[in-house]
């Protein structure tokens, strides 16, 4: 993603797609409508209308941010389902983690019913077990292991249910 980009929401970010995947104006009324709209700056706005071209082969799959992410899959409906084959790998589901994250000092990222991601204040990315009532509970903290990362899910839950921090993210 255009570094320009990183310091807005995901809400911002989801409104952006949606403009750049439907809106049939010319690039000057798109680049007004972000900028008069949506509170971009100028870059923000210039570095978003360049990646047009990227939308014009169908929406992004529900919930697959082109923009931090960089996956798209050609579609006529929004809430295509992302077939098998395209799930996140390992290190594209820890940056999605991460990209979760970095504007939510503080909270954890709910991963399955007993486990969270954070970050930690140098911005490194960790795991922890919690409480499955939803309470913050830490009782340790430890590193990500690509051991436990087995046909693009981890351990333990089907690739849906890792996918689904990333499509649904829930926060603590």
Same mark, same amino acid.
């Given at each position: 993603?255009?570094?320009?980009?990183?310091?807005?929401?995901?809400?911002?970010?989801?409104?952006?797609?949606?403009?750049?995947?439907?809106?049939?104006?010319?690039?000057?009324?798109?680049?007004?409508?972000?900028?008069?709209?949506?509170?971009?700056?100028?870059?923000?706005?210039?570095?978003?209308?360049?990646?047009?071209?990227?939308?014009?082969?169908?929406?992004?799959? %529900?919930?697959?941010? +082109? $923009?931090?992410?960089?996956? @798209? #899959?050609?579609?006529?409906? =929004?809430?295509?389902? /992302?077939?098998?084959?395209?799930?996140? %790998?390992?290190?594209? +589901? $820890?940056?999605?983690?991460? @990209? #979760?994250?970095?504007?939510? =000092?503080?909270?954890? /990222?709910?991963?399955?019913?007993?486990?969270?991601?954070?970050?930690?204040?140098?911005?490194?990315?960790?795991?922890?077990?919690?409480? =499955?009532?939803?309470?913050?509970?830490?009782?340790?903290?430890?590193?990500?292991?690509?051991?436990?990362?087995?046909?693009?899910?981890?351990?333990?839950?089907? =690739?849906?249910?890792?996918?689904?921090?990333?499509?649904?993210?829930?926060?603590?």
């Amino acid at each position: 993603m255009n570094p320009v980009l990183k310091t807005l929401t995901l809400p911002v970010l989801a409104e952006i797609e949606t403009l750049l995947a439907g809106c049939s104006s010319v690039d000057e009324d798109l680049w007004d409508l972000l900028v008069d709209d949506l509170g971009l700056t100028a870059e923000q706005a210039d570095a978003a209308v360049e990646m047009r071209p990227r939308y014009t082969t169908g929406i992004p799959t %529900n919930g697959r941010c +082109l $923009l931090l992410q960089k996956l @798209t #899959l050609a579609s006529n409906a =929004p809430e295509t389902k /992302l077939p098998h084959h395209k799930h996140l %790998n390992y290190d594209q +589901l $820890l940056d999605a983690y991460r @990209t #979760l994250l970095q504007d939510r =000092p503080g909270q954890l /990222l709910k991963l399955g019913t007993h486990w969270a991601a954070g970050l930690n204040t140098q911005g490194r990315l960790y795991c922890t077990p919690v409480d =499955p009532d939803g309470a913050r509970t830490m009782f340790e903290v430890f590193d990500f292991d690509r051991e436990a990362f087995v046909e693009n899910h981890w351990q333990c839950e089907t =690739p849906a249910q890792t996918q689904s921090a990333v499509l649904n993210p829930v926060f603590i």
